[in-house]
């Protein structure tokens, strides 16, 4: 009842880890497959090892966290180490960041016999050097990257997009006209602050990062919203899922499945099963067969 | 929320020529020895174990030894300076059984005597190794003497009490003693052997692992274990030893900042 075809990945359910939720090691994502998970996407990594930045990196905030985990990673030739011991119980994801569309394509070369689809991270808040956001709020940039790593590979290639734009219609268009497979949005909003108001510090070692949990959810509904009348590739809705309604919503939006991240903090990882079970039961209640019945309902 | 409380310092005590503990007024609620705290000095964030948890007082207090950047900067605080806390996270060590021996190596003292303290006072026999390298190192002996636990001493160079290490004088102790259970928590390398002879003993046993953390609060990965993929921060940082055999990473190797392996020496 739960499965879907994303881009001809067979998926047992509609629930994917997102990316830069404990998955930095095999072990961890494994778990997340034997939890329930669809699909599982990897924390994003890049061609050398990432200290990212100095501590604190997280702090919590009324509805959700702000981090600045700065993309830590011990960098593509150790993570292709990690990528072989996945246990393949459910697809895997490959999240990439990279400065430039070489990087990207070389990443995700080296890569693409050990996973199933690669997710492009141009829409990371916080990163430095030209990454992350810096990439993805520029359509023409956004179009650069996707092409030529379409190039390169040829299992499917998704991009994760930036809810920090004008016009996110605009950077999804520019995507799925350089040839992305499927958007995946959005990343975490901002970045945010949260000053310890005892000392006047800033908390968060960077000062700024994204911001992420069941705060940014109404804005990541209305882009998945929005993109579904202009685009005809698949979207991967995420931003603040924390139960079977949560992705009902981005269901109803336009998403063929869901991420969940931040939620695993207040759930662990038995929310892959509840969320399951809840759409399940819903589904039986409602009479729907299959989640495709569902997607994009709110636009009838 | 999972944001730093500042706190004053409130007391500070030299435990030995590296190892200072800090004392916070704290509301203490459901504290749990071999639980953690995330020390904040507006400069960085490390966690730190528990080492004293006091629901008369209303303090706790974290044992620090000084071994690099941010552990200076911590031992050169004062009273009345401020650190950011937040916490407490993790799984600590469950008390039960009649007569406990617990096993603390260097700094892997401080949830050992936290632990310590509150079996005593649910009225349970506690015998513990403390091993250091030299006698003055040894750490927490008075407040373990406070305590009425059983003291058994242990160092490196044979300057208090036995000489060599504490698995050998834990192998000894545990086959003269009938004990419900085995705590520990040291260096890894330690932990591991520890480890090998409870299970030749089959003896209930929990142990404290240390991994590095950035978020801890179970979000990062950074502190995951294969190959369970475990989170240190939230299942950990204290697991029985049937969790610890499935556990294959234990005594073998750790991730550091960027996630790339070491080897446990």
């Known amino acids: 009842m739960l499965e879907i075809e994303l881009c001809g990945i067979k998926m047992r359910s509609p629930t994917m880890l997102a990316a830069g939720i404990l998955g930095s090691a095999a072990s961890s994502l494994n778990w997340a497959g034997r939890s329930g998970a669809g699909a599982v996407v990897t924390k994003s990594f890049g061609l050398n090892p990432n200290k990212g930045y100095a501590n604190p990196t997280t702090v919590e905030v009324t509805g959700g966290i702000i981090n600045a985990i700065g993309l830590s990673n011990p960098g593509v030739a150790n993570f292709k180490l990690e990528l072989e011991k996945l246990d393949k119980s ?63 590979v040829k299992i499917p290639v998704f991009v994760k997009l930036t809810p920090n734009v004008t016009d996110i219609v605009e950077i999804a268009q520019y995507a799925e006209d350089a040839g992305a497979d499927a958007l995946t949005m959005i990343n975490s909003v ?35 919203f929005d993109v579904f009348e202009s685009v005809d590739i698949p979207i991967i809705g995420v931003g603040g899922i924390g139960d079977h309604n949560d992705v009902l919503e981005f269901v109803y939006a336009g998403a063929r499945c869901v991420q969940i991240g931040t939620s695993i903090m207040y759930e662990g990882m038995d929310i892959f099963t509840k969320i399951n079970n809840g759409l399940r039961r819903f589904m039986d209640e409602k009479g729907y067969g299959s989640l495709d019945e569902m997607v994009g309902i709110a636009h009838d | ?59 706790i207090g974290i044992s620090i030894r000084n071994i690099g950047e941010f552990t200076n900067q911590v031992h050169n605080l004062h009273e009345g300076d401020e650190l950011g806390l937040r916490g407490p996270y993790g799984r600590g060590f469950h008390i039960a059984g009649s007569k406990i021996l617990a096993v603390g190596g260097g700094i892997g003292m401080a949830p050992v005597i936290a632990f310590c303290e509150k079996a005593t006072r649910m009225g349970i026999e506690v015998h513990i190794i403390s091993a250091a390298t030299t006698s003055n190192e040894l750490l927490f002996s008075s407040r373990i003497d406070r305590s009425g636990a059983k003291l058994l001493t242990c160092t490196d160079d044979g300057t208090s009490g036995f000489c060599g290490f504490g698995t050998d004088l834990a192998e000894k ?11 520990s928590c040291g260096p890894e390398v330690m932990m591991k052997k520890l480890f090998e002879i409870v299970e030749n003993y089959r003896i ?9 953390m950035k978020c801890g609060m179970g979000l990062c990965g950074q502190c995951c274990v294969d190959n369970v993929g475990w989170r240190v921060c939230v299942e950990g940082p204290v697991f029985w030893t049937d969790e610890l055999r499935m556990i294959s990473e234990f005594g073998q190797y750790r991730r550091d900042s960027s996630g790339v392996k070491h080897k446990i020496p």
């Open chain 2, 204 to 212: 209930p046993a929990q142990f404290s692992m240390e991994r590095y």
């Open chain 2, 173 to 183: 102790t545990l086959s003269e003693n009938d004990y419900d259970m085995v705590v």
């Open chain 1, 90 to 152: 459910v697809p895997a994801i490959a999240s990439l960041y990279g400065a430039n569309q070489y990087e990207f394509s070389e990443i995700a070369s080296e890569v693409e016999n050990l996973v199933d689809a690669i997710e492009l991270n141009v829409s990371c808040p916080h990163a430095m050097g030209g990454c992350g956001s810096a990439i993805g709020q520029d359509p023409h940039l956004t179009a650069d990257m996707v092409r030529t790593v379409k190039k390169s």
């Open chain 2, 1 to 59: 929320m999972n944001v730093p409380k500042i706190v004053k310092i409130k007391q500070i005590i030299n435990e030995s020529p590296t190892v200072k503990t800090f004392i916070f007024d704290w509301a203490v609620k459901d504290e749990i020895p071999g639980q953690f705290m995330m020390i904040w000095n507006f400069n960085d964030e490390k966690p730190m174990s528990i080492s004293l948890i006091d629901p008369v007082k209303n303090e």
């Open chain 1, 190 to 224: 901002g970045p945010g602050m949260k000053i310890d108001v005892e000392t006047g510090i800033p908390i968060l070692k960077n000062r700024f990062g994204g911001l992420s949990g069941p705060a940014i959810k109404p804005i990541a509904i209305r882009c998945v």
